[in-house]
């Protein structure tokens, strides 16, 4: 299942256009800066988030996108529209862009029915098989007395969830410290097998009453919630094999379409 998504969403992303919001985050000589821009200059750093970003941080990227409207302005007020090379590019963009728009209309032309998506669904029924999920907490020191430690203090505690939390954001040396040790869903096979093996032992509300050895050093665990393996439904699966049988027929579509154009046009190849 989780590769079926993943594959969808992968797809899918070939083909979408990124939508331009109205917001504002700056004004240039009366001209808006606004996501588009931001996203532009954000293209060049990997899984770069804005609103992740912290206050100094995001006053960096808005002094670059002022500063890139200003030096295109500079650029057109100098001419540049005139050089044989801008003309070029500039054609370039017009062709990617027409193609980029055409490919979204050609896709979003695609319609698929309801027993269509139901006799997938069926078809490959393990596709959508779910494994057992935990939701849990954790908090990883560096010894075993620092762990059994911690896990004195929650045995004293009244509520222990919250104690729990308390704990993780003041001892925990792992990444989810600051968050009280959450970790959300996860499978069997996401963690390692001894942290696996603790945490679906537990029942939900309790902890690990002994510190659990793991190659990254003591976990105290606490389990959230637990989801028994089972089938995923097909009004839940249905978004993502909608998105995947509309991408399988774009693909049929889009080469059926190349074909057609390649057996029309003057084509040669230079060795």
């Keep these: 299942m989780k590769k079926f998504l993943v594959g969808s969403a992968l797809a899918l992303s070939l083909i979408a256009t990124t939508a331009l919001q109205a917001k504002t985050y700056a004004t240039v000589n009366g001209e808006a800066i606004t996501d588009s821009d931001i996203g532009a200059i954000l293209q060049v750093i990997p899984g770069a988030n804005f609103q992740a970003l912290n206050k100094e941080q995001q006053k960096k990227i808005i002094d670059q996108a002022i500063e890139k409207r200003l030096l295109a302005k500079k650029a057109m007020e100098e001419g540049i529209e005139k050089d044989p090379k801008f003309k070029e590019a500039l054609e370039k963009i017009k062709k990617d862009l027409a193609l980029e728009i055409w490919m979204k209309k050609q896709f979003d032309a695609i319609k698929l029915s309801e027993s269509e998506m139901k006799d997938f669904y069926k ?115 249905k978004p993502s094999i909608e998105q995947n049988l509309k991408v399988k027929k774009f693909q049929a579509k889009i080469k059926e379409i190349s074909k057609q154009l390649k057996s029309k046009a003057d084509i040669k190849i230079n060795n």
Excluded: C
């Design 123 to 237: 078809k490959n029924s393990k596709m959508f098989k779910r494994p057992a999920m935990a939701k849990a907490r954790h908090i990883l020191l560096k010894t075993k007395k620092e762990a059994e430690a911690v896990i004195k203090e929650l045995n004293k505690a009244k509520n222990k969830e919250a104690k729990f939390i308390e704990l993780a954001k003041a001892k925990s040396t792992g990444p989810s410290g600051p968050n009280g040790g959450e970790l959300g869903w996860f499978d069997k096979k996401r963690m390692v097998k001894e942290f696996s093996d603790a945490a679906f032992k537990l029942k939900k509300g309790t902890y690990t009453k002994k510190p659990v050895k793991t190659q990254f050093g003591y976990h105290v665990i606490f389990l959230e919630d637990i989801k028994p393996a089972g089938t995923v439904s097909f009004e839940e699966a």
